[in-house]
């Protein structure tokens, strides 16, 4: 007897575009995310049940085009996949799993975040969603909203530093240092809102110590 597995009528990553081909409008939009990542990559270096997308594209349904967040975090799922990595977020092939944490970093191009993709996210069941506005603030706005979805509706979280308890980690924001650019930057921090070193402030501090210990670090 034949078996029907509608799943397999689906179209895969390989076939669906892999983004909704829109150009980021400034560099912020790929540098905070990708800070995110890079510091999400030292703290769970040992874990392999997480995924980390930035300007990807997310399928949950083969009849709608991809929604593109600036960022997400997907908790359940394999770190990687294939040799050359996912090319979209696709609900079927991630055993429905949908993201935990959605990210949008609001350019100088509005494009209904604080709207219309709540409401996407919502329908998704993205159970966090956070608005960051890196260089103005929009009226009655703060610089850093986090949302929690309740009952599907988005509830904005009090606080400077949001603890999400489902993921382990807070987000918030602060002055710092990446790639040589001095300014505000979102972080990672622990339950008691201890920041998360970055890979470069390891590196500087590892480098800072082989020094006090009198070792040349071109030696190594």
Known sequence: MFNYNPLECLPSSAELPDSDDTPVDNELQILIPNLLLGILASIWQNRDDWFFGINMGVYYTPSKKAIVPDGFLSLGVERFVGENGRSSYVFWEEEGIAPILALEVVSQTYNGEY???????????????????????????????????????YILQPGDKIWMPEIGLSIGREQGTYQGRTREWLYWYDENGNRYQTPEEQLQNLLARLQQQGIDPNTL
């Not at 969603?129 to 929009?138: Q, S």
């Open 115 to 153: 709207e219309q993709k709540k409401i996407d996210y919502a329908e998704l069941g993205i159970l966090y969603y956070v608005i960051y506005a890196p260089m103005r603030l929009r009226r009655k706005r703060q610089r850093l909203e986090v949302y929690r979805l309740v009952d599907g509706q």
